[in-house]
C-alpha cells in the first residue's frame, strides 16, 4: 500500500488542522492505521491509531483530548483532527499502516509509511 500524508500547515497556537493519509489499494479496510510525528533533533513518536472498522482508537497523553483520528475505509483515507495546537506540536507527521490484526504503538508494529507533512505551530 502506498499511503500519501496531506494537510500540514503553520499555524497559530490554539489553532486547529486536519491531516489527512490517502492509502492506495482496495484493502484498505484491513489495515490498522498510525500516526506518528518527529520533531527537529528527536526519535518518532507515536501520536495516535485506529481499528480496521474505525471502532477503537488510542492516543498519546500528550495529545489526548485535543487530536482525533478518524477513517473513511470508502474513501480510504485516515484523518487527524489537531485542536489547540502547541508549539511543541510542531514536527513532520506520518501515517503509517500495519498488516497485523492489531498494531501497537511501536513503530516496529507498522509496515507501510507515508512521506509525512510538515506541521508548524507558532508561539
Do not use: H
Not at 12 to 34: I, N, P, V
Amino acid at each position: 500500500v502506498q499511503l500519501q500524508a496531506s494537510g500540514g500547515g503553520l499555524v497559530q497556537a490554539g489553532g486547529s488542522l486536519r491531516l489527512s493519509c490517502a492509502a492506495s489499494g482496495r484493502t484498505f479496510g484491513y489495515y490498522y492505521m498510525g500516526w506518528f510525528r518527529q520533531a527537529p533533533g528527536k526519535e518518532r513518536e507515536f501520536v495516535a491509531r485506529i481499528s480496521q472498522g474505525g471502532i477503537t482508537t488510542d492516543y498519546a497523553d500528550s495529545v489526548k483530548g485535543r487530536f482525533t483520528v478518524s477513517r473513511d475505509n470508502a474513501k480510504n483515507t485516515i484523518y487527524l483532527q489537531m485542536n489547540s495546537l502547541k508549539p511543541e506540536d510542531t514536527a513532520v507527521y506520518y501515517c503509517a499502516a500495519a498488516t497485523t490484526v492489531r498494531a501497537g504503538r511501536s513503530l516496529a508494529s507498522y509496515d507501510y509509511w507515508g512521506q509525512g507533512t510538515q506541521v508548524t505551530v507558532s508561539s
